[in-house]
């Protein structure tokens, strides 16, 4: 009921599309906590629901559906994408759909592409402390959520309980929010409202998974991460091979590189936002 009181509010203040941008910092490597990433992500709210995804891959994404549209209004089959580069390192995405806040996460596990489907509500603990964020006027709000516990600052000044990933459910905008390691960081850049258009939601409801069959497809691509690439080399029947500075690569060589670098990935790439998912 309050976030549906919350969500009326929110319509009028808003009014018409509105995009929130994030500094995301996260360590990837639980074993090497210097190392981290840094990378710009965007909540755009609109009427219907929000969507929250990396502004490099929506960059690389834009390009390349114009480089697509020069090319079909010149009559071309083909044309050379390599000179464009998807510099976004964040494989996931969150929509949600307003008022019921459904939310649904998508991510890669390898080269799948898989969407999980829910409707559960945080449990927040509302604090007294409060702060001030960007000349908003903030307050501090706890929760476990995904196997790590939570430190978000919330401002009621922008009566919207959305915010960034899958959080949501607080009497106003999440502004900022980090877990107790200070594994996973976003903090508020900036606000931009009356945006020209939200990405709008495009989940196939049949293709949505559940958490348990997420982990099951994680478990399965850990234990082979080159399994679909086995099965597509098996499945057309051709044996290929590549010719690298004169010198002949054969596929049993192309898919043990794809294992070790998958293997690499695996081994570096282990401290998930949501650790929960990929037990």
């Known amino acids: 009921m309050k976030i549906l009181i919350c969500f009326l509010f929110c319509s009028l203040y ?30 755009d709210i609109w009427k219907k629901g929000s969507h929250f995804y990396s502004y490099p891959k929506y960059v ?16 071309r089959k083909e044309y050379n994408f390599s ?9 996931f995405s969150v929509e949600k759909e307003y008022p019921e806040y459904k939310t649904y996460l998508q991510n890669k596990i390898g080269e ?30 706890t929760a476990s959520f995904g196997g790590r516990n939570w430190i978000a600052w919330f401002s009621t000044e922008i009566p919207f309980p959305d915010g960034p990933y899958c959080f949501y459910g607080l009497p106003g905008l999440i502004l900022e929010i980090q877990d107790t390691k200070g594994d996973h960081i976003f903090k508020l850049i900036g606000i931009k409202k009356n945006i020209s258009s939200g990405n709008a939601l495009n989940n196939d409801k049949k293709a949505l ?15 082979d ?15 290929a091979s590549l010719n690298w500075n004169g010198e002949e690569i054969k596929q ?4 043990r590189n794809l294992e070790k670098q998958a293997e690499q990935e695996i081994k570096t790439n282990n401290n998930f936002i949501e650790l929960l998912l990929y037990q």
Request: charged share 25%; proline share 2%; net charge positive.
């Open 83 to 91: 000179n464009f580069q998807n510099k976004s390192k964040v494989k």
């Open 60 to 75: 690389y994404d834009s390009l390349k559906s114009v480089q697509i549209q020069k090319v079909s209004s010149l009559h």
């Open 252 to 255: 049993s060589d192309i898919i």
């Open 209 to 223: 998974i559940t958490e348990q069959k997420f982990n099951k497809i994680w478990k399965e691509y850990r234990k």
């Open 225 to 239: 991460p080159s399994a679909n690439v086995k099965n597509i080399f098996l499945n057309s029947g051709v044996q």
């Open 112 to 141: 799948k592409r898989c969407t999980i489907g829910r409707n559960t509500q945080i449990n927040w603990s509302i604090l007294p402390n409060q702060k001030i964020i960007k000349n908003y006027t903030v307050q501090k709000a």
């Open 14 to 43: 808003f009014g018409q599309n509105t995009r929130i941008a994030y500094e995301y910092t996260y360590k990837i490597d639980s074993l090497d906590r210097e190392k981290q990433e840094k990378e710009v992500m965007f909540l």
